[in-house]
Antibody, heavy 123, light 109 residues
């Protein structure tokens, strides 16, 4: 059974860079979109971006200028970096495994999630 | 703003049927996926594709789609179904990026 284990710094100061890593255990790394999602306190889910096993990335346009998602296939890990953080970036950050396939009608879903990492930005 | 629109809150009497909807142009090309999130927990996939349930999800959860609207139906709602529910798809901008609905808070009375 596939599991995602995530870690990273939980307390940052404004202007610092958020850095999180997610390790994939028990399954293949290829054929999936490895994703990051966040949830500010009391608010809904926000899709941050994704990367596939070959390193192709997609990012939320609202965060694109500050986000980098990378992959280390040798370790079955993928990472998120978000630069120049502010208090608005305070959130629980989740990693997840995404699947996207289909022809005339497409399937897209995230079937395995990490437990989440709480990141607080405060001076 | 979200390209997928959900009602913020819905309530249902214990044992009754409730439908949670999600509207968006991208749903004409993508099946919505649905996630249940309880306080302090990570989201859990409950429905994906045309009407598929991951292993371990009770069969009282079902999904459907028509035009630009996807629906999650809970038939015989239980107290443990009280949670936030989010739909998810790709956007309709042409970039086909991920997007979530704003979420629906389900209260079981």
């Amino acid at each position: 059974q596939v599991q995602l284990q995530q870690w990273g710094a939980g307390l940052l100061k404004p202007s610092e860079t958020l850095s999180l890593t997610c390790a994939v255990y028990g399954g293949s790394f290829s054929g999936y979109y490895w994703s990051w999602i966040r949830q500010p306190p009391g608010k809904g889910l926000e899709w941050i971006g994704e990367i596939n096993h070959s390193g192709s990335t997609n990012y939320n346009p609202s965060l694109k200028s500050r986000v980098t998602i990378s992959v280390d296939t040798s370790k079955n890990q993928f990472s998120l970096k978000l630069s120049s953080v502010t208090a608005a970036d305070t959130a629980v950050y989740y990693c997840a495994r995404g699947r996207l396939f289909g022809r005339s009608y497409y399937y897209y879903y995230m079937d395995v999630w990490g437990k989440g990492t709480t990141v607080t930005v405060s001076s | 703003s979200s390209e997928l629109t959900q009602d913020p809150a819905v309530s249902v009497a214990l044992g009754q049927t409730v439908r949670i909807t999600c509207q968006g142009d991208s749903l004409r090309s993508y099946y919505a996926s649905w996630y249940q999130q309880k306080p302090g927990q990570a989201p859990v996939l409950v429905i994906y594709g045309k009407n598929n349930r991951p292993s371990g999800i009770p069969d009282r959860f079902s999904g459907s789609s028509s035009g630009n609207t996807a629906s999650l139906t809970i038939t015989g709602a239980q107290a443990e179904d009280e949670a936030d529910y989010y739909c998810n798809s790709r956007d309709s901008s042409g970039n086909h990026l991920g997007v979530f609905g704003g979420g629906t808070k389900l209260t079981v009375l």
